[in-house]
């Protein structure tokens, strides 16, 4: 089998991170690969923000927390150290399923380099928060953007958990 299938079949959702910061370089070699990610008509509208401060991090982590109704103290980005934040333009019809390509390519580099990663939810309300639009905004974003997902990344704590078995009667063909 291929290279790209055998990576695209071992990638798994990881849970424990340890604390080490992911160096720089293979942040960006990650976030490159998110944005070579393909979108409707080629209009590239998802944008990503890289966090790697720890006390914007927790922020960050515990307004996901109460979104998600979960208890007080739990870490919905399971300690990870980089959170990659991708957003994409409201006026693109096609601007969620384009920042969900964007998310996928991003956890694969992430396998790729050694690296663990986990796709987390509630971007979306975050981002409707005014305290995250006017970050946004700091940061020149300009524009209405729908929060699509957290790209969590780090090292893995622990062992790769084994891969769910594949339900059946996923696949139909009309020939």
Not at 60 to 84: K, Q, T
């Amino acid at each position: 089998m291929s290279e790209t299938l055998d990576k695209i079949k071992s990638r798994r959702s990881i849970r424990s991170f340890k604390s080490d910061m992911v160096p720089e370089e293979d942040i960006e070699k990650i976030i490159e690969a998110g944005l070579y990610a393909p979108s409707g008509r080629g209009g590239q509208s998802p944008i990503i923000v890289a966090v790697t401060n720890k006390e914007f991090r927790d922020e960050l982590s515990e307004d996901n927390r109460e979104i998600g109704g979960f208890p007080e103290g739990m870490d919905p980005f399971y300690g990870a150290p980089v959170i990659l934040i991708v957003l994409a333009d409201k006026e693109f019809p096609t601007c969620v399923y384009d920042g969900s390509v964007v998310m996928e390519n991003m956890l694969l580099a992430a396998h790729d380099l050694g690296l663990g990663g986990i796709w987390i939810h509630r971007a979306k309300q975050e981002f409707e928060m005014d305290k995250y639009k006017d970050v946004l905004k700091s940061l020149g974003a300009e524009g209405d953007y729908e929060g699509v997902g957290h790209c969590a990344i780090g090292y893995i704590n622990g062992e790769v958990p084994e891969a769910a078995p594949i339900n059946e009667n996923r696949v139909f063909y009309i020939k």
